[in-house]
């Protein structure tokens, strides 16, 4: 969801990668073409598009103003086979989950890479083969541990 409550998806129809804006009352408002097939979709807290998608195997993050024009674009960390999971925290900063590390992985709003938590495993913490990922506005982060079958929520240090 955008800041005025549209629901903004990544599609996928027949290789055709779109980001499309949807109003509330399920109005078709925006559409424009995406860099790559979209994994996962966020909205930064400026009303952004962030997206995660695959371009050719490379894993990318990829943010579209609101009118849909390419403003950034970034490699996620090497060795990276499935990105499919996005948020942006309060202050703009990026996390990706990457399934086959399980880790998250945290950038700037610019793209610099900050760091990555996780590990292989059961414990707090630790995951296998995160699926999805969310963040509150208080920066509390809701991680969807599919091969543990969990969700756990992590606080996240914020900028």
């Not at 559409?31 to 695959?54: F, M």
């Not at 060795?79 to 900063?93: F, L, S």
């Not at 083969?129 to 079958?149: E, F, R, V």
Request: with cysteine; aromatic share 6%; glycine share 12%.
């Amino acid at each position: 969801m955008d800041l005025e409550g549209n629901c903004v998806v990544a599609v996928n129809i027949n290789q055709n990668y779109r980001v499309v804006k949807y109003s509330t009352d399920g109005e078709l408002l925006a559409s424009w073409n995406g860099e790559g097939e979209p994994t996962a979709i966020a909205v930064d807290p400026e009303g952004n598009s962030v997206v995660a998608v695959n371009v050719n195997n490379t894993h990318r993050v990829v943010k579209y103003s609101t009118n849909g024009e390419l403003m950034t674009s970034w490699q996620v960390v090497a060795g990276v086979i499935e990105t499919n999971g996005i948020t942006v925290g309060p202050d703009g900063e990026v996390f990706v989950n990457v399934n086959n590390r399980h880790r998250v992985v945290a950038y700037n709003t610019e793209g610099e890479p900050l760091g990555e938590f996780g590990a292989q495993g059961s414990e707090p913490g630790q995951f296998l083969y995160p699926q999805g990922i969310a963040m509150s506005n208080a920066g509390l982060m809701y991680i969807a541990d599919s091969g543990n079958n969990r969700i756990q929520a992590i606080q996240v240090r914020t900028h």
